[in-house]
């Protein structure tokens, strides 16, 4: 019979929270440490732990390890896109965590990207039914920054239309909802052919009247980034 994990989660913040909820769901046992807490309750955690989530600050991650978790034989897991670590394996879930949690099926349909060199799934995150893909060391950096630039950034692009409806154009920010849902539908049902406006058309009489537009906005350079983007793209083809 496999013997049943007992996780230990170290942090409390967004990230924590949604994987707490999640094992609550899976009815997996867990423990919570958070710097708040004294340290010989970690101590005391530890003695139990035969998985730490280490969900704090990349840039904390490796210091934490070699401070405050050398008495554990414990398997040590982060959850970093972009951390490459000898002191514990990553498992990145692709996903975007807000303030409120999800639904049981969200979180079993989360992937997570895993490093090459881990255990298995089975052993690394015992327990979760989730789909998981190896990706080599050498390339997180690259395949985090591209979560970045599609999930993060675009959100600015977002955020800013909403924002300029509301305070420039006096209208609710909702208004352009129907059309960023039609939008991400296209680009699930065919990610080739969702890139719609003048850039595909090569109307370049519209670039030039946006970019005058946006004279005196940061969101010019931006535009102007994408132009340039597009057309590299356009003569690798």
Known sequence: MRQVPQYL?????RVSRHIQHYFTLLNLPFTVWQRSEPHAALMQKLKDATHILILINDQQIENFIT???SPTEALLIHFSGSLVSTKAHGAHPLMTFNDALYSFDHYQRIPFIIDHDSPSFENLLPGLPNVH?????SLKAKYHALCVLSGNFSCLLWQKLFTNLEQEFGMPADIAQLYLQQQTQNLITNPKTAL???LVRGDTLTIKKNLAALEGDPFKEVYESFVKCYATLVEKK
Not at 133 to 137: E, P, Q, S
């Open 9 to 13: 989660l170290i942090g409390n913040g």
């Open 133 to 137: 893909m190896r990706l080599d060391k």
């Open 196 to 198: 719609t406006g003048p």
């Open 67 to 69: 401070t405050h978790l």
